[in-house]
């Protein structure tokens, strides 16, 4: 296989971890002002304090992926999209200090909960906003200190969108995860934030057809409709699925994994509307690529340690599988 073409399907299989796992832990913080009763803010807690920190290992890894197999890329991207990308490292550091010092804390916990809630609220906001911005398209020539080409209303809308679709996989996480009322009000959350989710989803594919041309084409010239519209038809069974699982409460797990699939098939849209892309309409893969003496130089170092993130990452959710009341002591 083509070196950068491998090493991009890699990157996408980082970004996609990255997404889901670390996805619905910032979800967790999303949702805290909505579960406010005694001892759910410890529940919700406790149901991440055992993944929230390995979840982040694949943003690490897609970081230095990008900055070592697409350098052109990363400087790229970065050059522009520094503002956000500063904030929400920030708030990573203060959800992740605040993870730390709530379960210490007793007259200070309040304004811990208050760091990990915006924390979580303001990383998952920048991500959209990037997200947004990669999908719009970037200007040539545009500098990270005189444009402001990453806040726009579209890239606005895909932030708080990112936010909708972290809080309903977060909520999904809590309702396979908990008992009683806390699955309950989960359900209920995830129902509604479900719907929001779907309605994002169309709005953002809308407005992205009717102001990229090129987008426009790639879907509908010819008959690449016929051969792409099983990506919004499966959107719509998993949403149907998840849904009808959180009324009835006969699956506890497949709305989550209905959330997964939601997600994997946005990033197969996204995938398809500017593959390929790394910067759209200026930079390729082949184009921002390291030098094949490079890539071949990675190559044992990936072969080797995404198997390994991907081993132990299973593995520590296998050993805190189950409700969290069965390991409240673990953390």
Request: glycine share 8%; aromatic share 16%.
């Amino acid at each position: 296989m083509d070196l950068p073409l491998f090493y991009f399907l890699v990157l996408g299989f980082c970004i996609f971890m990255y997404v889901c796992l670390d996805g619905f832990d910032l979800g967790i913080g999303i949702l805290y002002p909505w579960f406010d009763k005694p001892g759910e803010r410890d529940h919700l807690m406790l149901s991440i304090s055992h993944v929230w920190d390995g979840n982040e290992t694949w943003l690490v890894m897609g970081g230095a992926l990008l900055y070592g197999i697409f350098p052109a890329a990363y400087a790229g991207l970065l050059s522009i999209l520094y503002i956000p990308l500063m904030l929400m490292l920030f708030s990573l550091i203060f959800r992740g200090v605040a993870f730390e010092y709530r379960f210490k804390s007793d007259r200070s916990r309040p304004y811990w909960d208050f760091a990990f809630s915006a924390g979580s609220a303001v990383a998952a906001f920048c991500q959209g906003l990037v997200l947004g911005t990669i999908v719009q398209g970037i200007p040539e020539g545009s500098e990270a200190m005189s444009s402001l080409h990453w806040i726009t209303p579209f890239t606005i809308f895909t932030g708080f969108a990112v936010m909708a679709g972290y809080a309903m996989l977060a909520a999904c996480y809590l309702y396979m995860k908990s008992r009683g009322v806390i699955q309950d009000h989960a359900a209920k959350l995830a129902k509604v934030l479900l719907v929001i989710v779907m309605i994002s989803m169309a709005v953002v594919s809308i407005w992205t057809v009717l102001t990229q041309p090129d987008i426009k084409e790639r879907w509908f010239s010819g008959s690449h409709f016929l051969y792409l519209a099983p990506l919004p038809i499966l959107c719509l069974i998993a949403a149907v699925v998840s849904w009808k699982d959180l009324h009835s409460h006969r699956h506890e797990a497949r709305p989550f994994w209905c959330g997964i699939l939601l997600f994997l098939l946005g990033l197969a849209g996204l995938v398809v509307s500017v593959f390929p892309y790394l910067i759209p309409h200026q930079l390729t893969l082949w184009q921002a690529a390291s030098p094949t003496t490079s890539l071949e130089f990675l190559l044992p170092g990936v072969c080797i340690f995404i198997p390994v993130i991907c081993l132990y990452t299973l593995w520590g959710y296998r050993v805190f599988s189950g409700k969290v009341e069965d390991y409240q002591e673990g953390y």
